[in-house]
C-alpha cells in the first residue's frame, strides 16, 4: 500500500468504539434524556401510569448492577493485563473480554434475541475477510458483541481510550487497531496490522457512526468508516442493536434492565471496488443498517 493510501485512510477513519464507558462518562441520572427514537417501542408502564424503570430499577441499578461490572472490569482487566505478557496475539485477552461479557450480560438482566442472517455468525466464512459494521447506542453494545459474535475479532477504536485504566490496557495488548487521530502517522503499523488479519480471516467490528449516538437515532456514517473494508476486499455485515439506548444510554448510570435484539443483515461485498466507491459502499450499509432497526420488534415473553 500506498503511504498516500494510507494518510488517505487515516485522515477518513474516525470509527471509535467506547468499551470503557461502561461508566467513564456517565454522568448524573438526573439529567433529562433525549426523546426515544420512532423505532423504538414505548417503555411499558404498570397500572396507575407509573414508568416500568422507576425507583426501584434505579436503586437496583445504582447499587448492584454497576459495583458489579466495575468489579468485574478491575479483576478480569488485571488478568488480561498479566495475560497479556504470554499471549501477544490477543486470543487469551478475546477470550477473557468474552468472559467478562457474559457476566455483564448476566448480571444486567437483559435477554438478547438474535436474527437474521446466521450464516453471518458462523465461525469460518470460507477464508472470506469479513467486516461488521454495527449500530452504537450505548456502552454495553460491547459485552453483547462479544457474547454474540461466536468467533475471535478485533476492534476499531480512537487512541483517546488508551487514557482510561483497565480497559485502555487491554484494548493496547490485545491486538484491537487503534487510530490515533492527532498524529496520524503512529497509525501507520495498526492500518497495515488490521489489513492483513483481514485478508488472513480475522473479522473487524466497526461503529460506522462514530461514536455513541447521544439521541437514539442513527447517525450519519463516518465517509472513511469502510476504506479498511474496502481496501481488504471483506464482505461487510449490517448489524442493528435494538433496545440498548433505552437500556443505558449516555450521561447516566441506571441500567434499565429490558429485552434485546441483535439483527443481523445480508453481507455486502466489496469484491472489485476501490477507494473511490467508499461513499456508495456507505450508503448502501447504512440503507441495509436502517431497514434493520426500523423492523417491528421482537416479542419476549420475560
Same mark, same amino acid.
Given at each position: 500500500?500506498?503511504?498516500?493510501?494510507?494518510?488517505?485512510?487515516?485522515?477518513?477513519?474516525?470509527?471509535?468504539?467506547?468499551?470503557?464507558?461502561?461508566?467513564?462518562?456517565?454522568?448524573?441520572?438526573?439529567?433529562?434524556?433525549?426523546?426515544?427514537?420512532?423505532?423504538?417501542?414505548?417503555?411499558? +408502564?404498570?397500572?396507575?401510569?407509573?414508568?416500568?424503570?422507576?425507583?426501584?430499577?434505579?436503586?437496583?441499578?445504582?447499587?448492584?448492577?454497576?459495583?458489579?461490572?466495575?468489579?468485574? +472490569?478491575?479483576?478480569?482487566?488485571?488478568?488480561?493485563?498479566?495475560?497479556?505478557?504470554?499471549?501477544?496475539?490477543?486470543?487469551?485477552?478475546?477470550?477473557?473480554?468474552?468472559?467478562?461479557?457474559?457476566?455483564?450480560?448476566?448480571?444486567?438482566?437483559?435477554?438478547?434475541?438474535?436474527?437474521?442472517?446466521?450464516?453471518?455468525?458462523?465461525?469460518?466464512?470460507?477464508?472470506?475477510?469479513?467486516?461488521?459494521?454495527?449500530?452504537?447506542?450505548?456502552?454495553?453494545?460491547?459485552?453483547?458483541?462479544?457474547?454474540?459474535?461466536?468467533?475471535?475479532?478485533?476492534?476499531?477504536?480512537?487512541?483517546?481510550?488508551?487514557?482510561?485504566?483497565?480497559?485502555?490496557?487491554?484494548?493496547?495488548?490485545?491486538?484491537?487497531?487503534?487510530?490515533?487521530?492527532?498524529?496520524?502517522?503512529?497509525?501507520?503499523?495498526?492500518?497495515?496490522?488490521?489489513?492483513?488479519?483481514?485478508?488472513?480471516?480475522?473479522?473487524?467490528?466497526?461503529?460506522?457512526?462514530?461514536?455513541?449516538?447521544?439521541?437514539?437515532?442513527?447517525?450519519?456514517?463516518?465517509?472513511?468508516?469502510?476504506?479498511?473494508?474496502?481496501?481488504?476486499?471483506?464482505?461487510?455485515?449490517?448489524?442493528?442493536?435494538?433496545? +440498548?439506548?433505552?437500556?443505558?444510554?449516555?450521561?447516566?448510570?441506571?441500567?434499565?434492565?429490558?429485552?434485546?435484539?441483535?439483527?443481523?443483515?445480508?453481507?455486502?461485498?466489496?469484491?472489485?471496488?476501490?477507494?473511490?466507491?467508499?461513499?456508495?459502499?456507505?450508503?448502501?450499509?447504512?440503507?441495509?443498517?436502517?431497514?434493520?432497526?426500523?423492523?417491528?420488534?421482537?416479542?419476549?415473553?420475560?
Amino acid at each position: 500500500m500506498e503511504s498516500e493510501e494510507l494518510f488517505a485512510i487515516l485522515n477518513k477513519i474516525a470509527t471509535t468504539v467506547e468499551p470503557g464507558k461502561v461508566g467513564a462518562e456517565m454522568r448524573s441520572a438526573d439529567q433529562p434524556r433525549a426523546t426515544a427514537p420512532a423505532w423504538e417501542a414505548p417503555r411499558s +408502564t404498570v397500572p396507575g401510569g407509573a414508568l416500568r424503570h422507576g425507583w426501584g430499577s434505579r436503586l437496583r441499578s445504582y447499587f448492584i448492577l454497576d459495583p458489579l461490572i466495575w468489579a468485574y +472490569t478491575i479483576i478480569l482487566g488485571t488478568i488480561s493485563l498479566i495475560a497479556s505478557l504470554f499471549d501477544r496475539n490477543g486470543r487469551i485477552q478475546h477470550r477473557l473480554a468474552s468472559f467478562w461479557s457474559w457476566l455483564v450480560m448476566k448480571t444486567i438482566l437483559s435477554p438478547v434475541t438474535v436474527t437474521g442472517n446466521a450464516a453471518a455468525l458462523a465461525g469460518e466464512a470460507g477464508g472470506k475477510a469479513r467486516v461488521f459494521a454495527v449500530t452504537h447506542a450505548s456502552a454495553l453494545d460491547i459485552p453483547i458483541l462479544y457474547v454474540y459474535l461466536p468467533f475471535q475479532f478485533r476492534i476499531v477504536f480512537k487512541s483517546e481510550l488508551l487514557s482510561y485504566p483497565f480497559v485502555g490496557w487491554h484494548l493496547k495488548r490485545s491486538g484491537q487497531v487503534c487510530i490515533n487521530q492527532q498524529n496520524p502517522s503512529a497509525s501507520i503499523g495498526a492500518i497495515k496490522s488490521s489489513l492483513k488479519s483481514l485478508r488472513q480471516g480475522m473479522p473487524l467490528v466497526i461503529f460506522p457512526e462514530g461514536g455513541r449516538t447521544r439521541d437514539g437515532q442513527i447517525q450519519p456514517f463516518l465517509p472513511g468508516a469502510f476504506f479498511l473494508a474496502i481496501k481488504a476486499q471483506a464482505e461487510i455485515v449490517p448489524i442493528a442493536l435494538v433496545g +440498548t439506548f433505552d437500556l443505558l444510554p449516555m450521561n447516566t448510570y441506571h441500567i434499565k434492565c429490558q429485552p434485546l435484539e441483535m439483527r443481523v443483515g445480508k453481507a455486502i461485498s466489496t469484491d472489485g471496488l476501490a477507494l473511490a466507491d467508499t461513499d456508495a459502499v456507505s450508503a448502501k450499509v447504512k440503507a441495509a443498517i436502517e431497514e434493520l432497526h426500523s423492523a417491528p420488534r421482537v416479542s419476549i415473553a420475560r
